[in-house]
Nanobody, 122 residues
């Protein structure tokens, strides 16, 4: 059974940082591209960042470019998202996802975590 478990969310003040983790099990992690998406109530899930299987290719949404770093550890089956200089508009539920192809579209990902809440206060 494939599982993706996010952690590291929480309540922080604007300007601070968070490091999200997503630990996977039940899949060949090194064969999967990984991504972080976020969603706020009433809006569609939006891509935050993606990383290819080898970590060679990385993508950041405009909203997070320059403030986020995605990484992965294939020995630990884990993907990370370091977010700095957080803003209130970054408040959302953050999801990690695994798919065989790197994509900015959620429909191309096969497996999803349950999400972790990030709340940024002003």
């Amino acid at each position: 059974q494939v599982q993706l478990v996010e952690s590291g969310g929480g309540l922080v003040q604007a300007g601070n940082s968070l490091n999200l983790s997503c630990t996977t099990s039940g899949l060949d992690f090194h064969l999967y591209a990984m991504a972080w998406f976020r969603q706020v109530p009433g809006k569609e899930r939006a891509v935050v960042s993606t990383i290819s299987q080898s970590a060679y290719n990385k993508f950041y949404a405009d909203s997070m470019r320059g403030r986020a770093t995605i990484s992965r550890d294939n020995t630990k089956n884990t993907v990370y998202l370091q977010m700095n200089k957080l803003k209130p508009e970054d408040t959302a539920v953050y999801y990690c996802a695994a798919g065989r192809t790197v994509s900015s579209y959620g429909r191309n990902y096969d497996y999803w975590g349950q999400g972790t809440q990030v709340t940024v206060s002003s």
